[in-house]
């Protein structure tokens, strides 16, 4: 435990096929192989449990990438991360799933289940899904906007958060002599009508080992910090500077103090792709190595897809214009925030297209690292001293290798400094988080505190 | 493998919390307290694996039973099955999901996944969903007519099977030199536009080890046959009698012919609930002591459910006035083919009200019998070698002790008289039901063939 403050830093490996760089698959120590293969990722997972990691986190998109150049993911998240809990006893498992297309029944059924099947170790990134290719595999022809998906996701928070509480801790009573198995007056149906949805419950299931799963969500828009500040118990979000990740970091837990909630439990979790080697020039040719794998064509698409800007008109060798991602006429999409991390790149180091690509080739605008274990850890601790992160989104540009070298060599320097856990204190994700278990809102205590 | 014919019996073992008898949790010995336990599945799971049945099979409602008096099923079908995947290695897997109250995008991933995490044992019951509680979850005031569910069903079915095949079986090519990792040209959107969907495609994951998970369906009515004849692989079926069964299993078989397919890759699996004890008259015992666990107000409730008829007005003792079914002014809902089985014993047995809930109190209206290991398995054969079953969903009355006895005293006499496997000859749900893995409808041979 740090002496001076006892926080101590949250620390997810974020899983991604064969690494999160984008031609990772294509390293010839990739384990492409093996990505249809689900005991690789429970083996990865038992990897980041023996090193203490909070949780493992998925990525989703009900939609393909559209592109041949890199794998898709094989596995839906929630059945991904069922199979992880089996091979594993206390990390935290946490997939994204989406307001704009799922049912919030379906949904709260998957991570209800989810929970108990893991003894309480589920978590929800909540997210809106800007993707058009994703709108169009459910029924629309193109993405809503930003207000009406943030509209509907908060309708949808709120009826998942009333089904996952509509069944009180205490309901179930299994009284064999009177045949009881449930006492009803404390099984409620939700009734809700709201603009976008229409749910009457009750859930179908008594209430998980959390109660709720982790909420955690990763929108930087002006909408999304405000679902953020409003709703989430951890925000996983991308930036390449210390001084744009304390600008939010201040403006998120401000923010969530406006609401009335406690900050400490609004945890940040930047992301941080870490390159690492026994010294800063080979760890920097192992980065360049990687990203002399990258197909351009690649790279082009995901910036379009990604940022909403077309660059396909420049020479890979062009210095990219400043004012490519500020200018309204390029504008394919609303998806801002990771526009504006791109915006903040070009104003900063004036990039060449390709040198832009390589950029973001290893973690789509989060932050890329490159260095000794030294280093990482001391870029890690320098976040978390000076208001940047409560801890960080680990993003191994390969997979096992790369979080093998951070688990074997940065963790040990971060535990040794007092900033990380050498045992877990808890069972569930909420424990490692430390975050509190929520009542219910039927229960009868905060029923009366209310004066119902 | 029997002499004469070389048929062989498919057996599922249909999971229900504590057992299929409604008062299976008020027993002694039941299981109650680890209903919400993952590893009690598992357990079930690898005990009838060890015997070779063929799956394990969940119903589902996503709704609650608006009851206090059983449990309800505390995980949700697909994530209990992905647990049990990783518990076992070739029993099938079979999820009840619905047409009406899902996604097809969402829906098909999650069966994609447990066919990739179980290496290819995934089996989809197709359900309509005709509970009225269930509607209500999902932005509707009524159950849609029998005639739309099907409507949509059908359109459903027809996207799921475009998507599992819109990626070719050898659409990945993976080839690190070049950097292509997909042949794109063999991954195709669907473009689907129909009356209750709309869905781009194509799908986000590689085609999975069956192809398609295995197409099972479960309805009676007029609607649910013609969708059974056409779609299903396998149909769980509820009968009382070998006469009722026999029509059934012809009625199938020919209407299956009649949409030009192979009436043995239609499998006709009735359920049936044993009782089991050493002399007929314990048996019988065992069955009448369940019974007397039952609480009358659960089995009224049932019935209104199940058969769409209300019976308060009558006294427990009351013979059931003979057209109580069959009373159109008594129907609350479309339930028509559970309703068919309870006329059926209304006019065949004049029961009263108390010995009807009795009747229906084991399996809901499936065949529930009680004799000597011997007698069970003269049952299971003379339907199976008398036109009236292909195999049986197996309903134990309760878990585990129920199955126990069918796996230890029943099968061993079923393997000796020839008609059950003693090993899995394959390692896929297709290979234990005898059923083909379809090719995709995209690839270039069917293409040929077709003349395109």
Redesign the interface.
């Given at each position: 435990m740090n002496a001076q403050t006892g926080r101590q830093l949250s620390l997810n490996a974020f899983l991604h096929d064969t690494g999160h760089h984008e031609?990772s698959?294509?390293h010839?120590d990739?384990s492409?192989?093996r990505v249809?293969d689900?005991t690789w990722y429970?083996e990865i997972a038992r990897t980041a449990e023996a090193a203490k990691l909070d949780a493992v986190f998925l990525a989703d998109?009900?939609?393909?990438?559209g592109?041949?150049?890199?794998?898709?993911?094989?596995?839906?998240p929630?059945?991904?991360l069922?199979?992880i809990?089996?091979?594993t006893e206390r990390i935290g498992l946490v997939s994204t799933a989406s307001t704009s297309?799922?049912?919030p029944?379906?949904l709260a059924?998957?991570f209800?289940?989810?929970d108990?099947?893991s003894g309480g170790r589920a978590g929800w990134n909540i997210v809106t899904t800007f993707s058009e290719?994703a709108a169009?595999?459910?029924?629309?022809d193109a993405t809503p906007s930003n207000e009406d998906r943030y509209e509907r996701a908060q309708e949808f928070v709120d009826v998942a958060t009333l089904l996952w509480d509509s069944w009180e801790d205490d309901a179930v009573v299994?009284d064999?002599p009177s045949?009881?198995?449930?006492?009803?007056s404390k099984?409620h149906a939700i009734d809700h009508v709201g603009r976008h949805?229409?749910?009457?419950?009750?859930?179908?299931?008594?209430r998980s080992p959390q109660g709720r799963p982790v909420y955690i969500q990763a929108g930087s828009s002006n909408e999304g910090r405000a679902f953020a500040a409003r709703n989430a118990e951890a925000i996983f979000t991308a930036h390449q500077t210390l001084s744009d990740a304390r600008a939010f970091y201040d403006d998120i837990k401000s923010r969530a103090r406006s609401f009335g909630r406690n900050p400490d439990h609004v945890l940040v979790l930047p992301g941080i792709s870490p390159f690492i080697a026994d010294t800063a020039e080979e760890a920097r040719e192992l980065y360049e190595h990687f990203n002399g794998?990258t197909?351009p064509a690649?790279g082009l698409d995901q910036l379009e897809k990604m940022g909403g800007v077309s660059l396909r008109h420049l020479d890979l060798d062009e210095v990219v214009p400043i004012e490519a991602f500020g200018s309204a006429g390029n504008v394919l999409d609303n998806s801002r925030s990771r526009k504006q991390v791109i915006a903040n790149i070009l104003e900063r180091d004036r990039p060449t297209l390709r040198q832009l690509l390589h950029r973001l080739a290893g973690g789509r605008g989060h932050n890329v690292v490159h260095g000794t274990p030294v280093q990482i850890a001391d870029t890690i601790q320098e976040w978390f001293e000076n208001g940047a992160a409560d801890g960080f989104n680990v993003m191994p540009p390969l997979y096992p290798q790369l979080l093998d070298a951070f688990i074997d060599r940065v963790v040990p320097i971060l535990q040794e400094r007092g900033l990380f856990r050498t045992e877990y204190a808890g069972d569930t994700l909420r424990d490692h988080y430390g975050l509190p278990r929520p009542d219910s809102v039927y229960s009868a205590d905060l029923a009366l505190a209310s004066g119902k």
């Open positions: 031609a698959w294509r010839a990739s492409v192989e249809g689900i429970q998109s009900p939609a393909w990438y592109t041949g150049y890199r794998p898709s993911h094989e596995f839906e929630i059945t991904l069922t199979a809990a089996t091979a297309f799922y049912e029944y379906n059924r998957l209800s289940s989810l108990r099947i290719d169009r595999n459910f029924g629309l299994a064999r045949g009881d198995y449930v006492d009803v099984v949805l229409k749910v009457k419950g009750p859930f179908n299931a008594p794998l197909v690649y």
